[in-house]
């Protein structure tokens, strides 16, 4: 690949999501499919896959290690429990580990490795919409097969 600015789309949201969306021990852990996206959104549990806060971008030339989050909503209600909440996260984090092994899909980056930056922890929204959290390290670069 001879194209510097490649990695500016690079995209290890849009993989990532895609990935966990279609992934069949996400849905079985979520309840059933369409509880994966970009946003906070019933049905509930809910899990939203966005842009995370930190990460290495490297040189910026080809490989880089940018962080995404995984965050896991639950029902207003307080539905299901932390104690649940906290295992259905960890499931669609093991689960997003497998990306590293599946082949590069055409339109996303290649991705190396996915491993956590940090902890689980429990982040209540202000109106007590119980949330957890949990960053990923995503190590990816551009996919050459990508025109």
Do not use: F
């Not at 990306?99 to 940090?118: E, K």
């Amino acid at each position: 690949m001879t194209d510097a600015y490649a990695l500016a789309d690079a995209d290890e949201v849009a993989a990532v999501l895609a990935w966990l969306a279609e992934h069949p021990r996400v849905t079985e852990a979520l309840g059933g499919p369409g509880r994966v996206s970009g946003e906070r959104e019933a049905p509930w549990p809910h899990l939203r896959v966005a842009a995370g806060p930190g990460g290495d971008l490297g040189t910026l030339t080809w490989r880089t290690e940018p962080e995404v989050s995984l965050e896991l909503y639950g029902d207003p209600s307080g539905w299901p429990g932390p104690a649940e909440l906290a295992r259905i996260l960890k499931v669609c984090a093991v689960a997003a580990t497998q990306l590293a092994d599946a082949p590069p899909r055409p339109g996303l980056p290649v991705i190396s490795g996915v491993r956590p930056s940090g902890v689980l922890l429990e982040s209540p929204l202000e109106t007590g919409q119980p949330r957890w959290v949990m960053g990923l390290l995503v190590t990816q670069h551009p996919n050459p097969e990508t025109p």
